[in-house]
């Protein structure tokens, strides 16, 4: 069984390596004008390369990060096709709610970190397992499921929070926030205990491979005797998880809860997802890349603040990458199906 599943993994690398030269250059694009806006930034952008606004991008990619590593695993499971695949819209909205728990909890009601982390990382869990009901077991397709499950989360987070910013102010938060071990801020050593533990979930184990050979070629997988809808279920629990990790990450960066943070931060988790699958041989979204992509993404954001672009334009050039990404990764999915 492992010999057929590597072998599907293998058949859609192959799928991906042999491109034509014009193909792999289109592919190349949004990558490449990434690499051009960061060479203008920094040649243009003041201070853009210090080291306190290079620790600032770090710590400002964390939630980012670790969302994208969630995502990673749905795309990876259902495959990378920009309409049918694997995609989870709503992680975002479920990192957002376990924020507002996590705040409420803290400024409000007194609780410990422990109960609170049952109550974020349980909230995330039975959100996933939504998701995983709707597409496994009702069938709807993953994209319509998490779009409407991402509405009814923002409603509760909103109901928990009456729309309203909770500040707040404890010891380990800002901790957190504010401080550094070994010369990293400890928001980036969060971030990088979540890379270890994806990547090795997702690229180093058995369970990540059939995984991914699940998403490859999900006839084959099925004809070789893997099992992909727990498969499936497994990688939207998962994602799920991420995003309880990634609440906390939100409440140290932001210092609270804020209503509407879902918003930004859904554009930016696929911008980056997709964009990280350019620095892959084989063009699949991998946890490193989506690291990478989430680096490139805050880079951008930080670069187009320092030189005071206006926050609408700031808007309309992450839509104008997202559309170059989505199309193509949708041109190199036709390029690569006969």
Request: glycine share 10%.
């Amino acid at each position: 069984m492992s010999q057929l599943t590597e072998g599907n993994v293998a058949a859609r690398s192959s799928r991906r390596r042999f491109l034509p030269p014009g193909e792999q250059i289109a592919n190349k694009i949004p990558l490449l004008l990434f690499a051009a806006l960061l060479l203008f930034f920094c040649l243009q952008a003041p201070y853009f390369t210090s080291w306190q606004n290079l620790s600032t991008i770090l710590k400002q990619s964390v939630p980012l990060a670790i969302l994208c590593f969630g995502l990673t695993c749905v795309i990876s499971g259902g495959g990378d096709d920009v309409v049918s695949g694997g995609i989870d819209i709503s992680l975002p909205a479920i990192a957002v709610l376990g924020a507002a728990i996590i705040s409420n909890g803290l400024t409000h009601d007194g609780d410990g970190y422990l109960w609170l982390a049952v109550l974020a990382f349980g909230a995330a869990l039975l959100a996933g397992g939504v998701n995983a009901l709707l597409v496994v077991a009702v069938g709807l397709p993953p994209l319509l499921a998490t779009l409407a499950s991402s509405v009814a989360v923002v409603g509760i987070a909103n109901l928990i929070t009456q729309q309203r910013r909770i500040s707040v102010s404890d010891a380990a938060i800002v901790a957190l926030r504010d401080d550094t071990w070994l010369g990293l801020p400890l928001m980036v050593w969060l971030m990088l205990a979540a890379l270890a533990l994806f990547g090795w979930a997702l690229h180093h184990t058995r369970w990540g491979m059939q995984l991914q050979a699940a998403g490859g070629n999900r006839e084959a997988a099925e004809i070789s005797g893997l099992r992909v809808k727990p498969l499936v279920i497994g990688s939207y629990l998962l994602a799920a998880a991420a995003a309880g990790l990634a609440a906390f990450a939100l409440v140290a960066r932001g210092s609270g809860s804020s209503p509407g943070s879902e918003e930004p931060l859904l554009l930016e988790m696929v911008l980056a997802t997709f964009i990280g699958a350019a620095f892959s041989r084989r063009r699949v979204v991998t946890v490193w890349g989506a690291l990478l992509g989430a680096l490139l993404v805050n880079a951008l954001s930080n670069g187009l603040a320092l030189l005071r672009v206006d926050i609408f334009w700031v808007g309309a050039i992450k839509g104008g990458l997202i559309l170059l990404v989505l199309a193509a990764a949708a041109r190199q999915n036709r390029g690569g199906n006969p």
